[in-house]
């Protein structure tokens, strides 16, 4: 039992809470090389992933087979110049791109194919979006002119303007947001939608039509602090005693927040109720029922071998020496 500035949290077992699932080998060709995976997606027509801004999307398919790259590199419609986040869209048949140098989202379908583009802007950095339909989309990190709204919906059929501000800009914050991403990850969960925020080392919560109804404050850890934050953020009044979260993810069970050393896991009475330490660094996906994290083959297959389930099914893929990292794939505690 740890007491983290009056929690009470359990320091748990990775493993406990994220068993592996499954294990997918992504092929490796002339066209598939990544890496590693900045950005990563699941969905109905496969598994998307990319390793740098100016790179195109791969596509492969559930099983790891290499079926093409996706989209072209330019300025005009369905190209893009600089990927700044990927995203399920649209119930899971779709993903989207968001391009943070042409400031625009490019939609594509389970075949990889571009079908829609919105030029909502979305300056760099970009922390997230989510985009259950089309008529709904929420992003974090944006920057309108008017500085009031950090975080806000808006529904591209009608208007490249917010629809609805989620969350106003920090105090004393507006018109700048410098090389750190206060908002960083949206994820629905328990008929909710969490959003992190890195200013008030915090997790604001929204109902689905997002109106804000909680906000879980995270421990002030030293054990899980970042100290360059601060000189990073170059700014005299910033939160020096702050979490940095690096990500938030979810399967149906909780909320995985990860910071700097670790992660913390909320479960759906919006308590936190442990943390854990990931052996594979923070998760790089998940969609509310899947969390997914990669794992790269940096000398052979035995870096493993203290992990035993994991370990057994990469033993059944047929590693060689030079590999694409691997994607983890966890559905949380059975």
Wanted: aromatic share 14%; proline share 7%.
């Amino acid at each position: 039992m740890l007491i983290l500035y009056g929690y009470f949290l359990v320091q748990s077992s990775f493993f406990d809470y994220l068993p592996v699932k499954k294990i997918v080998q992504l092929e490796l060709t002339d066209n598939s090389v990544v890496a590693e995976y900045l950005g990563c997606i699941v969905y109905q027509g496969g598994i998307v992933v990319y390793d740098r801004p100016n790179s195109h999307p791969i596509l492969f398919d559930e099983g790891g087979k290499f079926l093409k790259v996706i989209g072209s590199i330019g300025s005009g419609p369905f190209e893009f110049r600089g990927l700044s986040g990927i995203a399920q869209c649209w119930g899971g048949e779709y993903f989207a791109i968001a391009d943070g140098m042409l400031t625009k989202l490019i939609v594509f379908d389970k075949n990889g194919d571009p079908v829609y583009e919105t030029p909502v802007g979305i300056p760099a950095p970009i922390g997230d979006f989510y985009w259950p339909n089309k008529n709904s989309l929420v992003i974090t990190e944006y920057f309108p002119n008017d500085s009031q709204f950090i975080v806000s919906e808006f529904d591209p059929e009608k208007s490249t303007k917010p629809v609805k501000g989620l969350v106003p800009f920090p105090e004393g914050r507006k018109n700048w947001h410098g090389s750190i991403v206060f908002y960083k990850g949206i994820v629905p969960f328990n008929s909710n939608v969490f959003v992190s925020d890195l200013y008030h080392s915090s997790i604001d919560i929204f109902d689905s039509q997002f109106n804000k109804i909680d906000r879980i404050h995270l421990p002030g850890d030293a054990f899980l602090r970042d100290g360059d934050l601060v000189s990073r953020g170059a700014q005299p009044k910033f939160p020096h005693d702050k979490d940095y979260i690096r990500n938030i993810t979810a399967t149906q069970d909780f909320v995985l927040v990860d910071v700097k050393a670790g992660s913390y896991v909320i479960n759906k009475n919006k308590e936190i109720e442990a943390i854990i330490k990931s052996p594979f660094g923070p998760a790089i996906f998940s969609d509310g029922n899947m969390i997914v994290h990669q794992l790269p083959i940096e000398d052979s297959i035995d870096q493993y071998a203290n992990y035993p389930d994991d370990y057994q099914a990469i033993k059944q893929l047929k590693i060689t020496d030079d590999e694409n990292p691997l994607i983890r794939i966890s559905t949380g505690k059975h």
